[in-house]
């Protein structure tokens, strides 16, 4: 994708597109993300990174780290499951509790990296509106198709010029008014795409 006009959206909350290398400020986590903590009760509206923390919380765990960037736990000890009471992970701005940046409740928050992302992919879209664009839609479920799944199918609508496409298991269908600019592959995605590549 790198020489690709693209921009992700995504209901993942597992920070892989950036591990997988995306240009940061071509993704929009509308749903949070692992790599980030928030304010338990969200008073302030801001969200931290949290890798350091992470690290050091399985470091007290026993977990050994791989060169390769993973962790194993040795054989030789058993998983505590437990962290010192001092990495508690505190927010640094009122020292309250954090939890991770997930929507699960009204207590989400869209902090300022997050309106910049959704403002980012907004623009995208006003950018491309009539133009020939490819909507590609990768494993989105019935779970949250108000997201992804039936903006996409509306865009393709009142787009002649656009094309949908889903991979998805057991669930790759759309609207017959989009049939004739529809592609919709039923299988495992990532066997679909390593076959590609």
């Known amino acids: 994708m790198a020489d690709k006009d693209y921009f992700v959206i995504t209901t993942n909350v597992d920070h892989m597109f ?12 509308t749903q949070g993300d692992y790599g980030l903590f ?8 801001k ?3 949290n890798e350091e923390w992470v690290m050091q919380a399985m470091a007290a765990q026993g977990f050994v780290k791989n060169a390769d960037g993973s962790f194993i736990m040795p054989e030789d000890r058993k998983v505590a499951m437990r962290i010192p ?3 508690i992970p505190r927010s640094p701005e009122d020292g309250r509790k954090v939890m991770p940046n997930l929507r699960s409740d009204d207590s989400f928050v869209e902090d300022e990296g997050w309106r ?6 907004a623009d995208y879209l006003r950018q491309h509106d009539g133009q020939h664009v490819l909507y590609l839609e990768i494993g989105v479920g019935s779970n949250t198709p108000v997201i992804i799944k039936y903006p996409f199918w509306q865009m393709t609508n009142d787009n002649p010029k656009a094309v949908y496409c889903c991979l998805n298991y057991d669930e790759a269908y759309c609207p017959k008014q989009i049939e004739a600019r529809s592609i919709c592959i039923d299988g495992d995605t990532g066997t679909l795409l390593r076959e590609w590549l």
């Open 18 to 29: 950036q591990k997988a290398g995306f240009d940061k400020k071509r993704l929009f986590y």
């Open 38 to 45: 928030q304010n338990q009760h969200p008073t302030v509206q």
């Open 47 to 49: 969200t931290w990174d």
């Open 85 to 87: 009471t001092a990495l």
């Open 116 to 121: 910049r992302a959704s403002a980012a992919y």
